[in-house]
């Protein structure tokens, strides 16, 4: 579904948002997106219905374990412009294998 990466808004029928895979953004295909996805997207909805503004924006967080080899493996998180965005700093190690 053809969304707005921001807002996770439908761009054919505003009334309706998609997230998880079925959107359409550049980045965000993994469920640890949903969880800053789903927020958003009611937030607007919740707006909507109110006959309000929300200001909530999706920034593109994804996160992958990545398995550098048995046993190891790297969490990289990063946004729509491949920031580093640490979501458990001091206790996940960025671009280190754990
Ligand atoms: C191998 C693999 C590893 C992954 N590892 C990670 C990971 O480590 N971390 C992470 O954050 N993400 C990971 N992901 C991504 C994550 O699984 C997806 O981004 C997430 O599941 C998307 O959730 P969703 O609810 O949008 O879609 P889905 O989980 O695909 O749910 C869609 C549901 O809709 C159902 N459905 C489809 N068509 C119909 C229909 N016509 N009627 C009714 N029901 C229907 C499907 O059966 C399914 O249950 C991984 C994905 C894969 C494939």
């Known amino acids: 579904m053809e969304v707005d990466r921001h807002t996770m808004r439908y761009k054919r029928c505003p009334d309706v948002f ?6 359409a953004v550049s980045k965000g295909k993994t469920a640890a997106s949903l969880k800053w996805q789903v927020p ?3 937030d607007h909805l919740v707006a909507d219905i109110a006959g309000t503004r929300s200001n909530e924006l999706y920034n593109g967080y994804a996160s ?16 729509y412009n491949d920031n580093l965005t640490p979501f ?5 190690a960025h671009l280190e294998e754990l």
């Open 64 to 79: 992958c374990p990545l398995i550098t080899r048995t046993g190891r493996a790297m969490l990289v998180e990063f946004d």
């Open 88 to 92: 458990f700093p001091g206790i996940i």
């Open 40 to 42: 958003v997207a009611v």
């Open 18 to 23: 998609a997230v998880g895979d079925v959107a």
